[in-house]
């Protein structure tokens, strides 16, 4: 059983296990893969010339964007905790 991290979250403490981070990172990675498809699918429908011609005409990156950033941060959660871990582990 590994080492939990207590977050503290809007007044609440919650406490994250190695196995719901790892679930977290699961979950953020899928919605980047289908933000990713939405996006492709959007400047697909963009024709070359009015995409040179007008710049509001581009999708907004902003959910990609907040994803990545969110996935870094589970991804250095998980990093402390197994670092923990191999510490306690010793």
Do not use: H, Y
Request: charged share 30%.
């Amino acid at each position: 059983m590994g080492v939990a991290i207590s977050q503290k979250n809007d007044g609440i403490m919650k406490t994250m296990t190695e196995e719901s981070l790892q679930r977290k990172l699961a979950r953020l990675e899928s919605a980047l893969d289908t933000e990713r498809a939405r996006l492709r699918k959007a400047c697909d429908k963009i024709p070359w010339g009015a995409g040179m011609r007008r710049t509001k005409c581009t999708p907004s990156f902003r959910r990609e964007n907040e994803l990545i950033e969110k996935i870094k941060v589970v991804k250095l959660q998980l990093s402390q905790m197994r670092t923990v871990n191999t510490l306690a582990g010793q």
